[in-house]
């Protein structure tokens, strides 16, 4: 299936899994507006080097068409202006990917809620979710246009709540968590327009920033499992990047309407690998093996 002559906003897409999914959406065909904070002339608090520009570019050279666009999401009037401009060149919109985050920065972790400083976790929070809130208000009404839009939120997690997964910080547990109750909302809300949302999640991701806080490259990843054992477990942006493309071109997407999805999941559903033909599940190995193995793992029946 193909994306040829659809219309796809990645809120969120300078780099990590919003590149990647805006680059595969591209490879199957389709216009791809691409959002964030950083362009080459403007850098966001977070202060990265990856642009929105050289999204729009890999897009482009994948074979679609890429659209970068300067947004900070959690500003209405910019969000509308985007959503205008969208509608204006093409009277549609296909598919909406909310996977604005950000929020890493004022994440502290061990701490519990009334030791976190507050206005560091409501700004955690507000990136994490009124970002996507607002995107969505501005963006449903021309998706819903026609039958067969998908709203994809992106999460990292997968649902499975209990004591052994809560994750080490109330601000960013309750950012995450929330981000799938999204999805399974807004699924309520556009099934009687015959379209669909659903949440996805990576594993255990080795984004830019992520292999810059481990000291290693994609090259040379494997470097970094003697420090963190559960690395031997990680993939790449493009894992995910191929499993929501795959969601994008399924006429039959409406049957996951409002669950979450891992990489892992997708993969097995839609017979997808990662770029080193491998296929991580790292969600799968915690389920089995609980999220606190600090000794080395045995990787193959994960991966």
Known sequence: MRLDGKVALVAGATRGCGRAIAVELGRAGATVYVTGRTDRHHRSEMDRPETIDETAELVTAAGGVGIPVRVDHLEPDQVAGLVQRVEAAHDRLDVLVNDVWGGDMFTEWGKPLWEHPLERGLRLLRLGIDT?????????????????????????????????NYRDSFFYDLAKVSVQRLAFAQAAELKPYGCTAVTVTPGFLRSEAMLDGFGVTEANWRDAVAKTPHFALSETPTYLGRGVAALATDPDVARFAGKTLSSGDLAAEYELTDVDGSRPDIWRYFADHGATETTPIDPTPYR
């Open 132 to 164: 996507h809130i607002i995107t969505s208000h501005a963006a449903l009404p021309l998706l819903i246009r026609r039958p067969g839009g998908l709203v994809v939120e992106v999460t990292d997690g997968t649902g499975w709540f209990n004591e052994a």
